[in-house]
Nanobody, 117 residues
Framework: QVQLVESGGGLVQPGGSLRLSCAASGFTFSNYAMSWYRQAPGKEREVVTTISSTGGSTTYADSVKGRFTISRDNAKNTVYLQMNSLKPEDTGVYYC??????????WGQGTQVTVSS
């Protein structure tokens, strides 16, 4: 049974930091590119960042470049999102996504991140 379980969300003040985790099971994690998406209230889901299966390549949305860092530990079947200098516009539900050559795509259930004073 495939599972992606996100954790680490919560309420943080502007300028603060959070670290999200996504624990994977039920598939060969090291074969999959992993992404973090987010969805703000009333908006479409958007990709935030992606890391290749080996971790050797990453991409970021312009809105988070220099503030967010994606990483993965294939031994632990886990992908992380370190979020620094958080802004109110970073508020939303953050989803973990696994993708293998676009043939197999899995989603987590999401974790809420709220940036507010």
């Amino acid at each position: 049974q495939v599972q992606l379980v996100e954790s680490g969300g919560g309420l943080v003040q502007p300028g603060g930091s959070l670290r999200l985790s996504c624990a994977a099971s039920g598939f060969t994690f090291s074969n999959y590119a992993m992404s973090w998406y987010r969805q703000a209230p009333g908006k479409e889901r958007e990709v935030v960042t992606t890391i290749s299966s080996t971790g050797g390549s990453t991409t970021y949305a312009d809105s988070v470049k220099g503030r967010f860092t994606i990483s993965r530990d294939n031994a632990k079947n886990t992908v992380y999102l370190q979020m620094n200098s958080l802004k109110p516009e970073d508020t939303g539900v953050y989803y973990c996504r696994a993708n293998w050559k676009r043939a197999y795509v899995y989603w987590g259930q999401g974790t809420q991140v709220t940036v507010s004073s």
